[in-house]
């Protein structure tokens, strides 16, 4: 009887210890998508441009950083907010823990280096490292097209100074380690061109509706804009296959 006793508390030490080495891997190893580009991105006219498009209409990164008025139909973004933060996804919402958009105006992120906004718009990951919650669908903007997000970048340059600081996210146990698990190293993929001879895709986005959708070798949608007269001067957006959006805009027929 000792003896089994003896083997159980073994058992359970070995477990204990096992468990213990997992948390702290993925806990101090992990996230792990390397270090911040060095990068020094030109804010263009044109560059600008295409990150304001980009950041408001396409990744409508502004519907999450910014005040939104959820007294008026579509809670429309209000003025003089934009960028600001604060919006809150917590467990009231289905979320596990307490999440709230950063101020990313100069005031926020007007520290960061051009490489270290650029990593936390493709890999989700913060200047100091740590993850953000995939609220911000960062799983799909690691394959967003390079000059794309440095257009988004140059954008957010550009925004008004909103000095305000947001509550400090906190995921709740255990997703706080799980969470870590989630950011992988940006794969971005290429913009298609006019000239690009690839099949018109099955399936079809109408919003927004001045843009087409082609697939790309690797699965999924390319979406770019339509009659693109200068070849890389307007911006796409690579959607997974697996997105739902494309099994809601199928086309007639």
Same mark, same amino acid.
């Given at each position: ?66 005040? +939104? ?49 650029? +990593? ?36 957010? +340059? ?65 979406? +770019? ?29």
């Amino acid at each position: 009887m000792k003896k089994t006793v003896k083997i159980i508390g073994i058992l359970v030490g070995v477990l204990v210890i096992a468990v213990a080495g997992v948390l702290a891997y993925v806990s101090l190893a992990l996230p792990n998508v390397g270090e911040a580009q060095d990068m020094v991105i030109e804010p263009t006219p044109v560059r600008v441009a295409r990150g304001e498009y980009i950041a408001n209409h396409v990744a409508v990164c502004m519907d999450c950083h910014s005040t +939104r008025d959820y007294t008026l139909y579509s809670a429309p973004l209000v003025p003089g907010t934009l960028g600001k933060g604060g919006e809150l996804f917590n467990q009231q919402m289905g979320f596990p823990g307490s999440f709230t958009s950063k101020n990313i105006t100069p005031s926020g992120i007007g520290d960061w280096t051009d490489g270290e906004i650029y +990593r936390a718009i493709t890999t989700g990951v913060s200047r100091d490292g740590h993850a953000f919650f995939p609220v911000m669908p960062y799983p799909y903007y690691r394959n967003m097209n390079e000059e794309d997000a440095k257009s988004v970048v140059a954008y957010l +340059r550009t925004l008004k100074p909103i000095e305000f600081q947001p509550e400090a996210s906190k995921p709740d146990f255990p997703f706080n380690f799980i969470l870590n698990t989630i950011p992988q190293k940006a794969e971005p993929l290429p913009c298609p061109t006019p000239t690009t001879n690839w099949p018109q895709a099955s399936t079809s986005l109408q919003w927004p509706a001045a843009w087409n959708a082609i697939p790309p070798p690797s699965g999924g949608r390319l979406w +770019r804009r339509k009659n693109s007269p200068v070849e890389g001067n307007l911006p796409c957006l690579w959607v997974p296959s697996t997105h739902p959006i494309l099994r809601l805009t199928k086309k007639p027929g």
